[in-house]
């Protein structure tokens, strides 16, 4: 009888080539998240698709169920990649544990163990038949128990990762959700396989198990997904590493505030792994932040700084951003975080140094203040000194140009001091000093400035005063100091006083014509009787044969 080369044998050899290249290409990429596991489905495929294909071009039952024993091979290592790379691309690596791929070696080595001893059990399939309908072989064989147990395994390992993608396009950000969404479309695929084998039509030709080409097809959209949606780009690996490896803490949530992605540096601050908090509620992972960042969550971008009862109290550099999608809806929320509890604590020392400082220097210019002072004040009289008298009047008198108000100046000394001296002794002497200087304080305005110029003689400088009015004060104070209290000097032998006065503008434009007029008129005072007020004139006698007229 002849035989022609069935058709069926066709999609087969396709379905092998497109593999290949699929395999070829995604080798070129191999450093992407999945790719490893894509590429070895894919040498499944073209092994699973080749022998096939051979098995349908093959005229005699014993080379049909050659082929047919050997394609188990390839189609043993279809669940076990598939449901690695779903785990990979939906980012759950955590749960490719050693254990899951010994436990997912079990039903392949079975399976093959299986089919290649079904001639002594039968478990896989019954007897064999070749039939030739219209010149074209068909192999028609009984599936067996293990043929019903191998089915159901590999749906539930279809099945189960469906489940992850699904979850994961669910969790994922915006970013991989094109991607994600190919990949579940075409996980989808095989599921259909299941119709064609039980579908009466295609029963009558021959059992037509047409996975190898479904798988093929979902293998065309992985691949899609991975290299034409740019999933394999380094790009998205690039950013989940650097996420990775912050040292800010990273969290990103969705709209319903439950963690979608959490980085070490979060794990570690909030005490959690990444698998106790992803899927959870941002309010039983952050305990104590809740209320803190409340109001921040439905505003546009915040950076704040946050103190939060951790074990111990901790100081947060804060920021929230919305995540959007490309038509601006807000999708989610990210919080980037960083402890600056010990900066915090840096600058609270650096504050108490800093008031401490201020302290210091406070106390230093109070006793610069005092030491300027002393060197300004006469050490018996506590007057100011001749060195003071000298700086103020040079302001006085420049200020007094400026604003146009006179300025007075008395000048006195005590008459006959010498003989005070002489009679009651130096410390007396002293006494009648303090107790001259202390009458000159009571009797000056505050804004008046008295001074001890040398010896027993004194100035006083009285600013917006007359010449008349310093007169009066000059007169006042001649008057009252014979009445003071001098236990040590007898009432008889006081000394009385005598007072030279000259004003600015009049009597002299700078303070050493000042001082000099105010001492010529002293001179005048001294010169006619003593214990008497001389105001400066010109036409003195004095100051006639001082001034040369
Ligand atoms: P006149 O009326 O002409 O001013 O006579 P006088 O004796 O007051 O003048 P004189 O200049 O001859 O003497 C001033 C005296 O003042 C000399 C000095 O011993 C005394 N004297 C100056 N400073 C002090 C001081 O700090 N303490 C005491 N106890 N005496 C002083
Ligand atoms: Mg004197
Ligand atoms: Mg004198």
Not at 116 to 140: C, E, F, K
Not at 183 to 193: K, M, T
Not at 222 to 251: C, E, N, W
């Amino acid at each position: 009888m002849f035989v022609l080369l069935h058709p069926f044998s066709l999609p087969f050899m396709l379905s092998a080539l497109v593999s290949a290249g699929i395999a070829v290409t995604i080798w070129r990429r191999r450093t992407a998240p999945g790719a490893v596991s894509l590429f070895v489905n894919m040498l499944g495929l073209i092994f699973w698709s080749g022998t096939y294909a051979a098995m349908w071009s093959s005229t005699t039952l014993q080379k049909q169920l050659f082929w047919l024993d050997l394609s188990t091979l390839g189609a043993v290592i279809i669940p076990a990649t598939f449901i690695t790379f779903s785990l990979q691309v939906s980012r759950n690596e955590r749960f490719l544990t050693r254990w899951l791929m010994y436990l997912l070696t079990i039903e392949p080595a079975t399976s093959l163990l299986l089919q290649w001893t079904n001639n002594s059990h039968h478990l896989v399939y019954g007897p064999a038949q070749l039939w030739v309908t219209d010149g074209l072989a068909g192999l028609h064989w009984s599936p067996g128990l293990w043929y019903w147990i191998d089915t159901a395994y590999w749906y539930i390992i279809i099945t189960a990762g469906i489940w992850y993608l699904a979850r994961s396009l669910f969790r994922n950000g915006e970013l991989h959700r094109w991607q994600i969404g190919t990949i579940l479309a075409g996980a989808c695929i095989p599921l259909f396989a299941i119709l064609f084998e039980v579908s009466p039509f295609f029963t009558k030709i021959g059992r037509l198990d047409i996975s190898p080409l479904l798988f093929t097809l979902s293998g065309g959209l992985y691949f899609y997904a991975l290299s034409i949606q740019k999933f394999l780009d380094l790009i998205p690996v690039a950013h989940s590493r650097l996420i990775q490896s912050m040292t800010d803490g990273v969290i990103v949530f969705d709209l319903q505030e439950r963690i979608v992605e959490i980085n070490p540096a979060a794990c570690q601050f909030l005490g959690v792994t990444a698998e106790q908090a992803v899927g959870r509620h941002s309010r039983d992972i952050l305990t104590g932040w809740e209320e803190i960042t409340r109001p921040f969550w439905d505003q546009q971008e915040v950076r704040t700084e946050i103190g939060v009862k951790q074990d111990i109290p901790r100081y947060l550099d804060l920021s929230i951003t919305p995540l959007l999608n490309p038509r601006k809806h807000t999708t989610g929320r990210m919080i980037v975080f960083r402890d600056i509890s010990v900066r915090k604590q840096d600058e609270g020392a650096l504050r108490n140094a800093n008031e401490q400082l201020q302290d210091q220097l406070a106390e230093i210019r109070t006793l610069r203040d005092q030491l300027h002072e002393q060197a300004s004040r006469d050490p018996l009289t506590n007057l100011f000194n001749r060195r003071y008298l000298d700086e103020m009047l040079l302001q006085e008198l420049a200020r007094a140009e400026r604003e146009n108000y006179p300025v007075s100046v008395i000048m006195l000394d005590i008459d006959r001091f010498k003989r005070v001296n002489d009679t009651f002794g130096h410390k007396a002497g002293d006494e009648t000093l303090q107790a001259l200087a202390t009458l000159i304080i009571l009797h000056i305005r505050l804004f008046d400035v008295a001074c001890r110029f040398g010896g027993e003689e004194f100035v006083i400088v009285m600013p917006h005063v007359s010449v008349e009015t310093a007169y009066e004060r000059a007169e006042m104070l001649r008057r009252a100091f014979p009445k003071i209290d001098l236990p040590s000097v007898r009432k008889e032998a006081r000394p009385t006083l005598s007072f030279g006065i000259a004003a600015y503008p009049f009597h002299g434009l700078n303070s050493e014509q000042l001082l000099k007029s105010a001492d010529m008129a002293l001179y005048a005072a001294k010169n006619s009787g003593r214990n008497r007020s001389v105001i400066y004139t010109e036409d003195s006698p004095i100051s006639r044969k001082q001034s040369g007229l």
